[in-house]
């Protein structure tokens, strides 16, 4: 028959020593669940910055484009068209634009001054512009003798 002494490993594991050892566990899993849930809301928070900063890239991109098409624009124009201030509008779902020349003198040789500006519609609004300095030369023939050069283009940041 078995005494209590041959059963000392048994004796051990008594309960009242497993009873201190639970309340151990149980705060270090309140202690990783504590962190797992601040390392979810960090990554929460970065995640929501970088997706507000692609949107504020994204219209800065949009805005520069647009008012490069608004010069763009009326550089076509400003060959075919007498010579005088010209100001052409371009509206889409990206946003809005309006370009501008003026060139001085009037007639032949001359400069040429181009103005674009834009501002992009979504969530973010941004404006940029385009401004082109540059010279004219030609003959009087207002399709096909012209030349422009375009000695000095600023964009806006």
């Known amino acids: 028959m078995m005494t209590k002494e041959s059963l000392e490993s048994i004796r051990s594991t008594f309960r009242a020593r497993t009873e201190s ?14 962190l797992y849930f601040m390392l979810m809301t960090l990554v929460m928070i970065d995640s929501s910055r970088a997706q507000a900063e692609a949107q504020r890239f994204r219209a800065r991109m949009v805005a520069a ?38 060139r001085t003198p009037t007639s032949g040789n001359g400069t040429i001054e181009i103005h674009g500006d834009a501002e992009a519609s979504g ?35």
């Not at 309340?23 to 990783?32: C, N, P, Q, R």
């Open 65 to 102: 484009i647009l008012a490069e098409d608004a010069a763009e624009l009326s550089c076509k124009e400003c060959l075919s068209l007498d010579p005088r201030t010209f100001t052409s509008e371009l509206k889409n779902e990206m946003g809005t634009a309006s370009g501008s020349w003026t």
């Open 21 to 34: 050892e639970r309340g151990f566990v149980m705060v270090i899993a309140l202690v990783l669940a504590i």
């Open 123 to 157: 969530v973010i609004h941004q404006k940029a512009s385009v401004r082109l300095i540059g010279t004219v030369t030609g003959n009087g023939d207002p399709i096909t003798s012209y030349t422009m050069r375009i000695s000095w283009p600023t964009h806006s940041q």
